[in-house]
C-alpha cells in the first residue's frame, strides 16, 4: 500500500533562517505531488505542485520555492524565511491527474517563524 | 473565478444525531469533482468522500452522504448518527478538469456533543 511520509512534525525557526522540509511517498511510482499551507483557523492554498522529476509549478508567489530530484521526493525550501511563512505545511500525492482524484495528505508540519 | 465557499465557521450536534455541513461553489466548467475531507486536531486530512459533476446519484460513504445540488451549486455533507470522534474540521474541496489544481474552502469546526 503507499504511504506518504512528511517531516519535520513541528519546526520552529528565527527570520531570516533557511527552510527545508520534505516529503516522500513510497509504494507507488510518478505519483503528482503537491504542497499546500493551511494559515490558522483557515482553508488550505496551494504552493506547488508536480507532475515528474524537476517539473515544479508555483501557484502563489513567494518567498518560497520547491524541488523534485527524485520520483517520489519533493522538497520545500527557503533560503530566508519571513514571519508571513508560519503556518501549517502539507503534502499531498494523487496518483493521476484528474478532476475525479483525491488527495492523500501527509501528517503535515507545524511551522513557526519567530 | 472558482470559489468554495462554507458559511458556517463552527456547527454543535448531539451525539447520534444528524448534521448537514453546507458547501456551495462557483465554476463555469462544467467538468468537475467536488470532495470533503476531515482534519482532526492531529492534523492530518482525510478524505470522505467524492462527488462528479455528471454523476446522477448523491455519493454516499457510510454515514457519509453528499447532498448535491447541482443547478444550485451545492454540495452539503451529511453526518448520519454522529460519534464524538467526529469532532474536527471539515473541508469541502473542488478539483477542475485538468486536475493539477484542488480549491478548499475555509472549513467548518464540528463539535459533538455526549
Known amino acids: 500500500s503507499q504511504t506518504i511520509h512528511q517531516w519535520p512534525a513541528t519546526l520552529v525557526q528565527p527570520v531570516g533562517s533557511p527552510l527545508s522540509l520534505e516529503c516522500t511517498v513510497e509504494g507507488t511510482s510518478n505519483p503528482n505531488l503537491y504542497w499546500y499551507r493551511q494559515a490558522a483557523g483557515r482553508g488550505l492554498q496551494l504552493l506547488f505542485y508536480s507532475v515528474g522529476i524537476g517539473q515544479i509549478s508555483s501557484e502563489v508567489p513567494q518567498n518560497l520555492s520547491a524541488s523534485r530530484p527524485q520520483d517520489r521526493q519533493f522538497i520545500l525550501s527557503s533560503k530566508k524565511l519571513l514571519l508571513s511563512d508560519s503556518g501549517f505545511y502539507l503534502c499531498?500525492?494523487?496518483?493521476?491527474?484528474?478532476?475525479?482524484?483525491?488527495?492523500?495528505f501527509g501528517s503535515g508540519t507545524q511551522l513557526s517563524v519567530l | 473565478a472558482q470559489k468554495i465557499t462554507q458559511t458556517q465557521p463552527g456547527m454543535f450536534v448531539q451525539e447520534k444525531e444528524a448534521v448537514t455541513l453546507d458547501c456551495t461553489y462557483d465554476?463555469?466548467?462544467?467538468?468537475?469533482?467536488l470532495f470533503w475531507y476531515k482534519q482532526p486536531s492531529s492534523g492530518e486530512m482525510i478524505f470522505l468522500i467524492y462527488q462528479g459533476s455528471y454523476d446522477q446519484q448523491n455519493a454516499t460513504e457510510g454515514r457519509y452522504s453528499l447532498n448535491f445540488q447541482k443547478a444550485r451549486k451545492s454540495a452539503n455533507l451529511v453526518i448520519s448518527a454522529s460519534q464524538l470522534g467526529d469532532s474536527a474540521m471539515y473541508f469541502c474541496?473542488?478539483?477542475?478538469?485538468?486536475?493539477?489544481?484542488?480549491?478548499f474552502g475555509a472549513g467548518t469546526r464540528l463539535f459533538v456533543k455526549a
Open positions: 499531498a500525492w494523487s496518483p493521476q491527474l484528474g478532476y475525479n482524484e483525491k488527495l492523500f
Open positions: 474541496a473542488m478539483t477542475l478538469a485538468g486536475g493539477f489544481k484542488t480549491i
Open positions: 465554476t463555469s466548467d462544467p467538468s468537475y469533482g
